[in-house]
């Protein structure tokens, strides 16, 4: 994998084009995954957008790129935004490829970052185990974290939707809810809604959607 090294604050970054290359798949593809997911992105740690004068100066570094030629924004991504975005097309091409980012890109020595020659990066199968394990781990990590306040919000939101679009009747509404908080709870294997794992957010909102009410 022959990556052209570029940094931001002190990260090493790629672009949305070199990303979708990486994990097979075309930008579009990407930047819509971004946008369906973009409450789970954090600028900064995942990703770093430049526009005005800040893209203007990327692109003077750049002048032979001409992928960037009528960019009016650009998104460069860090480690863990690569994660987040192979993670978003879940598939065994963006995964492995995720890996060999990490091994061959974005955790090589200074050494080898201070080495403008050192183009062609090697593979390190006991480096690339390591990493898959690391990305197992990571993913446990995230099962368990919960919803945050603004997502409950959003859930709860969907909830009462659903709620007042099924049933008509004020006074038979809250055995509606009870009823959806129930199969939520069980659904998901938690004490509250506000426990449901983060990472299945957007199935609660489906699973909400769904749902058919009260069986009689």
């Not at 980012?101 to 200074?110: A, E, I, P, R």
């Not at 970052?113 to 090697?122: C, G, I």
Request: charge should be positive; aromatic fraction near 12%; hydrophobic fraction near 40%.
């Amino acid at each position: 994998m022959t990556l052209q090294i570029i940094e931001r604050e002190g990260k090493r970054v790629l672009m949305t084009s070199q990303i979708a290359e990486a994990f097979g798949a075309d930008t579009k593809t990407v930047n819509r995954n971004f946008q369906r997911n973009q409450e789970r992105f954090v600028q900064g740690l995942h990703f770093y957008a430049l526009t005005g004068e800040a893209l203007k100066h990327f692109k003077g570094e750049r002048q032979n790129d001409a992928t960037l030629k009528f960019a009016s924004n650009l998104y460069l991504w860090t480690e863990e935004g690569a994660f987040m975005l192979a993670k978003s097309l879940n598939n065994d091409k963006a995964w492995h490829a995720y890996n060999l980012l990490v091994s061959q890109y974005f955790q090589m020595t200074k050494q080898l970052a201070q080495d403008p020659t050192a183009n062609e990066l090697s593979y390190n199968p006991e480096r690339f185990m390591a990493l898959e394990q690391r990305v197992k781990e990571i993913e446990l990590q995230l099962l368990l974290v919960t919803l945050h306040t603004w997502e409950q919000k959003r859930l709860q939101k969907a909830i009462n939707e659903r709620v007042y679009e099924l049933c008509d009747v004020k006074a038979r509404r809250p055995a509606y809810f009870s009823e959806l908080y129930r199969a939520i709870k069980k659904r998901y294997h938690v004490d509250s809604y506000r426990d449901v794992p983060q990472c299945q957010l957007q199935d609660a909102l489906l699973f909400v959607q769904n749902w058919g009410g009260i069986q009689t």
